[in-house]
């Protein structure tokens, strides 16, 4: 069964990270219909958002008496692949560590990896960690009906690059403003760009988009000349 909405932005990936982030689903897993393409108006006048129409299949149900919704309850089975799976791959790797996992409020099977001197499972950025989840999220999912979203963390790495990569955002937001300059941010996954979005979409001159194809897609800080979005 196909299901759909639509989600506003101020430009077109925004609207889509929105959808995204609201269905809590990847990229690839839904299909995208650009509505409204944004417009930046003349000193804000007349400026309005992009808006898409995000199209996502899921499973059909047979009608069924109505109860109330349930807390997400982990499934054994999938716990048991992401155990054996990252058992396995750690013990490869010669880390001494062990997953933990659990599952959050959406049906997302957090795992943290638990050990001391974890920074080599981390790698530089955050590299090692999302080809650890990656390899995962694909071991894990191989063969299943129904795909299930893994996120996989060390030393509470990912709260810290997030808060670190919030300070970076309104550090660069301030010299863009000082010196009416757009800054070209480094290269950075999906997930670490939304964060730059998210941080600066309410800065006052400033707007951000990103440049580039993966994996060396960039984030723009950009003067945006008093216009409001």
């Known amino acids: 069964m196909l299901k759909w909405i639509e989600t506003t932005g101020k430009n077109e990936e925004a609207a889509i990270e929105a959808a995204l982030i609201q269905l809590g689903l990847d990229r690839d897993d839904v299909s995208v219909e650009i509505l409204e393409r944004a417009k930046s108006g003349f000193l804000g006048i007349g400026s309005c958002p992009a808006k898409v129409k995000v199209t996502y299949e899921v499973p059909d149900e047979p009608e069924a008496e109505v109860v109330p919704a349930a807390a997400p309850a982990a ?3 999938v716990v048991g692949r ?3 799976f990252l058992t396995g791959l750690l013990e490869h790797m010669g880390a001494a560590a062990t997953p933990r996992i659990t599952v959050d409020e959406r049906g997302s099977y957090q795992v943290e ?13 955050g590299e090692t960690l ?28 990912r709260a810290k690059r997030e808060e670190s990569l919030v300070r970076l955002a309104n550090k660069v937001a301030g010299k863009v403003v000082k010196y009416r300059r757009n800054v070209t941010l480094e290269p950075m996954n999906a997930y670490e760009r939304h964060v ?6 309410e800065y006052p001159d400033v707007t951000t988009y990103s440049i580039g194809t993966e994996p060396n897609r960039r984030t723009v800080v950009a003067y945006s000349r008093g216009e409001h979005r």
């Open 130 to 157: 999302d080809a650890i989840q990656q390899l995962t999220v694909y071991a894990v999912n191989r063969g299943l009906t129904k795909r299930v979203r893994i996120h996989v963390d060390a030393e509470h790495y």
């Open 196 to 201: 730059i979005h998210t941080a600066l979409q």
């Open 113 to 125: 990896l638990v050990g001391e001197h974890l920074g080599a499972l981390i790698g530089r950025r």
């Open 82 to 84: 992401i155990n054996e």
């Open 75 to 77: 499934d054994d089975a």
